[in-house]
């Protein structure tokens, strides 16, 4: 089984959830907030995975990445990051009541 094919169910589920908020208020202005935020944890995967991965820590089968990399991180590594900057404010918005108008 591949990286991509692990992350595969949490992009789809990032997916839903958000959609899922899309008529709730401030959908814009969330999805510029999980923008930035994916960002910030996109520049800090780059910058901590390729650390550890030269200084040795931890290596990837190659036989189950796709072969784009980062410097040393292979591209599935930052898929994590996206998801949690979309999927947990999304959560979070399900989650909070609806404001009665």
Do not use: Q, W
């Not at 094919?5 to 990032?14: G, K, M, N, Q």
């Not at 189950?64 to 930052?78: K, V």
Request: hydrophobic share 60%.
């Amino acid at each position: 089984m591949t990286y991509a094919l692990i992350v595969l169910p949490f992009a789809v589920v990032t997916a839903a959830v958000v959609a899922a908020t899309a008529r709730r208020p401030r959908f814009g202005r969330r999805m510029a907030a999980s923008g930035l935020a994916a960002a910030a944890l996109i520049l800090l995967t780059a910058v901590f995975d390729n650390l550890m991965i030269a200084a040795g820590l931890f290596t990837y089968p190659s036989e189950h990445l796709s072969g784009l990399r980062i410097g040393l991180a292979p591209i599935e590594d930052f898929s994590y990051a996206v998801c949690a900057a979309f999927l947990l404010p999304a959560v979070l918005t399900l989650l909070t009541p609806k404001e009665r108008a």
